[in-house]
């Protein structure tokens, strides 16, 4: 999720300062991913920088500042919506890389780090699914009840994409040859090669 793109299309709504901004997408994001103040500035300080906010008036009596979007703020927030998202701008998938590592690494039994995940994946899909049935069905939930969506759809391919892979690492470990004798071991690539 790009903060940068959630800002500005959170001031496109009308100016705000840093706390309020923060509030709001928690609001619409039911803080599945929660944002601290500082990021907040930080970002706000990058969008001015590059032309997109500017500070709307004066600081209010607490001394906030709060920030309206540019014309080109604006633009970006319009080609931002306008843009399918990139699986290359998406971060790392740190579940393959580690399945892919466990695979190649000796000594891992890959099926349990597999029911491992499986078992994580199974109990925030329920705890997804009690969320989603106390959501309501107002406009007000909408964004909320979108981003839950999301959540449960990722976590049932997840789960699917687990039961893909422990059929694969179950099959891969049938066609290894058994550890034996050197004469064994040369003698089961050969006898595969004959097969294919």
């Not at 491992?116 to 106390?134: D, N, S, Y």
């Not at 004798?181 to 003698?187: N, S």
Request: aromatic fraction near 6%; hydrophobic fraction near 40%; glycine fraction near 8%.
């Amino acid at each position: 999720m790009s903060i940068r793109h959630g800002l500005l299309a959170l001031l496109q709504r009308g100016p705000s300062h840093g706390y309020q901004l923060r509030a709001e997408f928690d609001a619409a994001t039911g803080a599945t991913w929660p944002l601290n103040v500082g990021q907040v500035y930080s970002t706000l300080d990058r969008l001015e920088r590059d032309g997109l906010v500017v500070q709307d008036g004066a600081p209010d009596a607490d001394g906030r500042i709060a920030y309206r979007l540019t014309d080109a703020g604006r633009a970006e927030v319009s080609g931002w919506f306008g843009s399918p998202v990139s699986p290359k701008g998406a971060p790392r998938d740190e579940l393959a890389i580690k399945l892919a590592l466990a695979v190649t690494t000796p000594g891992v039994d890959v099926l349990a780090v597999v029911q491992t995940q499986r078992t994580a994946t199974m109990t925030g899909l329920q705890q997804l699914t009690r969320l989603k049935a106390r959501a309501g069905d107002g406009a007000e939930d909408l964004a909320w009840s979108l981003v839950l969506d999301s959540l449960v759809f990722r976590a049932e391919a997840e789960s699917r994409w687990l039961d893909h892979c422990e059929a694969r690492v179950a099959r891969a470990a049938t066609r290894r040859p058994a550890p034996g004798p050197a004469t064994a071991a040369t003698e089961a690539p050969a006898v595969e090669r004959s097969r294919r």
